[in-house]
């Protein structure tokens, strides 16, 4: 129950930061794909650094999870196609609905019915990926 309510309480914070900092506009997505703003790309080029200072600090701190367990962080197979072939599928999908995965269940929870069609879709698309994955040169 203790990681419940610390999940939910990351997760609402994260929810409301989404919303303020407008993460989860249309009109802000729609302007980065544009290259008229800043905001977005600054979002996520910021995400992107405290994401690998943080990864490293758990590396390199032999940091412990919630049940006391170390965290080992395999590494990833070295591959440009896959990861470039994924980038632009990924960057389609985004551009063409508008919204990332990461405010999905943000804009559901702000009353916006429509987004459902999209987790549906991204529920689906998982789905398949994990169901063909074996299949798919390594």
């Given at each position: 129950m203790k990681q419940f309510?610390?999940?939910?309480?990351?997760?609402?914070?994260?929810?409301?930061?989404?919303?303020?900092?407008?993460?989860?506009?249309w009109f802000r997505i729609y302007?980065?794909?544009?290259?008229?703003?800043?905001?977005?790309y600054g979002i996520i080029g910021s995400a992107v650094v405290?994401?690998?200072?943080?990864?490293?600090?758990?590396?390199y701190s032999k940091q412990k999870d919630f049940n006391g367990d170390a965290i080992i962080i395999t590494p990833k197979n070295k591959g440009f196609i896959r990861y470039f072939v994924?980038?632009?599928i990924f960057g389609l999908g985004w551009?063409?609905?508008?919204?990332?995965?990461?405010?999905?269940?943000?804009l559901l929870g702000?009353?916006?019915?429509?987004?459902?069609?999209?987790?549906?879709?991204?529920?689906?698309?998982?789905?398949?990926?994990?169901?063909?994955k074996n299949k798919l040169p390594h």
């Amino acid at each position: 129950m203790k990681q419940f309510l610390s999940f939910f309480f990351i997760g609402l914070f994260l929810g409301i930061l989404f919303i303020k900092s407008e993460v989860a506009s249309w009109f802000r997505i729609y302007e980065m794909f544009q290259f008229k703003s800043f905001q977005m790309y600054g979002i996520i080029g910021s995400a992107v650094v405290l994401g690998i200072i943080i990864v490293h600090y758990i590396k390199y701190s032999k940091q412990k999870d919630f049940n006391g367990d170390a965290i080992i962080i395999t590494p990833k197979n070295k591959g440009f196609i896959r990861y470039f072939v994924g980038g632009i599928i990924f960057g389609l999908g985004w551009a063409l609905a508008g919204a990332c995965p990461g405010p999905m269940y943000v804009l559901l929870g702000t009353g916006l019915p429509s987004i459902l069609v999209l987790i549906i879709g991204a529920l689906l698309g998982t789905f398949v990926y994990g169901a063909i994955k074996n299949k798919l040169p390594h």
